[in-house]
């Protein structure tokens, strides 16, 4: 079982940064794969970057070059440092953790999710 707890967000401007934090609990955090999804308004759910348990990345296009995830197991806290901050980026931004093997880019792939945090670019 872990629990995951987000922080970070708020409200920033157009071209600013922010980065987010999830907070794990439990046991074997440098074991699960780790991945940040975002959940605008009237959207589905959608996958933005995952750090496999051997630090594997992968991001969606949208944020490849902005964005980067980052894991410190010490601390059993995953990142996600967003630059160059769009109006689009508008979201809540959830954690999730999943045991599998492989990298997951899918939300039914994870095992356990955080409440999430706002993220809001203001133009």
């Known amino acids: 079982q872990v629990q995951l707890v987000e922080s970070g967000g708020g409200v920033v401007q157009t071209g600013g940064s922010v980065t987010l934090s999830c907070a794990a609990s439990g046991r074997a955090f440098s074991r699960y794969n780790m991945g940040w999804f975002r959940q605008a308004p009237g959207k589905e759910r959608e996958f933005v970057a995952a750090i496999s348990w051997i630090v594997y990345t992968r991001y969606t296009d949208s944020v490849k070059g902005r964005f980067t995830i980052s894991r410190d197991n010490a601390k059993n806290v995953v990142y996600l440092s967003m630059n160059s901050l769009k109006p689009e980026d508008t979201a809540v931004y959830y954690c999730?953790?999943?045991?599998?093997?492989?990298?997951?880019?899918?939300?039914?792939?994870?095992?356990?999710w955080g409440q999430g945090t706002q993220v809001t670019v203001s133009s």
């Open positions: 999730a953790a999943d045991q599998g093997l492989a990298i997951a880019t899918r939300a039914y792939e994870y095992d356990y």
